[in-house]
């Protein structure tokens, strides 16, 4: 489904007041292949490269080298037209669901703009938008008599909720969870990511699920890529990368790890 070839992504250094900074290497050589239906894990510590893989996928950054391919389409040679509706098929849900509502758009709006963006692809009018915000709303475990209210009446994880809503509203075949319970207390992100689970099922979404937490992904993925310093170090089947890492730093990784239930 998301073929991602040889990626390579640098920075150039900036000049700046006080002298200028280096070129930073945030991915060097990246090449992951996830499949159609899969939730596939990307680990790493902080500073990794993880948030610039996902700016090369939506194309937000352009790779400095390599290729990817969604569907089998090279996103560097889409027209405009073609690249916006590849757009509407892959949704990001981000760390902090306080920076990534607007806190004036009711959640109504927030819900209903991407369905307003594509409005071409989704032949929605007003009214069909409105409802199936509700039943976006019903599907993330809020209810539709949220739909009026603003982000601030909310509480972390009702926000991750409806940053969730709002990457299904146009029926994405893939969403790019980066680090999407991160910034929750730890009681919340077992329900947050109970739902993203259950929608997965329910949907038959694909994901790439973006963490620095090897007992989330533990949970939630069917394969995983550590990534340090912009390199794929390792990558296979989740419980294969648990059970027999082969790099030294996954090795060192895994031990390090707490033991952490959910259920
Ligand atoms: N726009 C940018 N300009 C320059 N350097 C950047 C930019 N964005 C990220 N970086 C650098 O690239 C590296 C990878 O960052 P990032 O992809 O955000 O990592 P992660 O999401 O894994 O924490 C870091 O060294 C970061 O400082
Ligand atoms: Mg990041």
């Known amino acids: 489904m998301l073929e991602i070839e040889n990626v390579t992504k640098v920075y150039p250094g900036r000049k700046g007041m006080f002298g200028s900074s280096a070129p930073v290497t945030a991915l060097s050589d990246v090449s992951l292949s996830i499949r159609p239906g899969e939730s596939f894990g990307l680990v790493g510590e902080s500073g990794s490269g993880k948030t610039t893989l996902t700016r090369c996928i939506l194309r937000l950054e352009e790779p400095t080298s390599g290729r990817i391919r969604f569907d089998g389409q090279d996103f560097a040679t889409l027209s405009p037209a073609a690249l916006r509706a590849m757009r509407a098929r892959i949704q990001i849900v981000f760390q902090d669901p306080f920076a990534s509502l607007n806190p004036r758009m009711s959640v109504h709006d927030i819900v209903t703009e991407p369905m307003v963006i594509h409005a ?50 146009c029926k994405p075949d893939m969403v790019l ?3 999407p319970t991160s910034a929750l207390d730890v009681s919340v992100q077992a329900q947050v990511l109970n739902l993203l689970g259950d929608l997965q099922t329910r949907l038959g979404l694909t994901y790439l699920f973006i963490s620095h937490d090897l007992g989330v992904i533990r949970y939630v993925c069917d394969r995983t890529a550590l990534i340090y310093r912009g390199k794929i170090v390792e990558q296979g089947d989740t419980q294969a990368v648990f059970d027999a890492p082969q790099s030294d730093y996954a090795r060192t990784l895994i031990a390090a790890m707490p033991e952490v239930a959910f259920d």
Do not use: K, M, W
Request: aromatic residues 4%; hydrophobic residues 40%.
């Open 120 to 169: 071409a692809a989704l032949g929605l009018g007003p009214r069909q938008r409105t409802e199936r915000a509700a039943e976006l709303l019903d599907l993330v475990g809020l209810g539709p008599q949220h739909l009026h209210r603003y982000p601030h009446e909310f509480s972390g994880g009702q926000r991750q909720r409806i940053c969730v809503a709002r990457a299904l509203a």
């Open 177 to 179: 969870l980066d680090e």
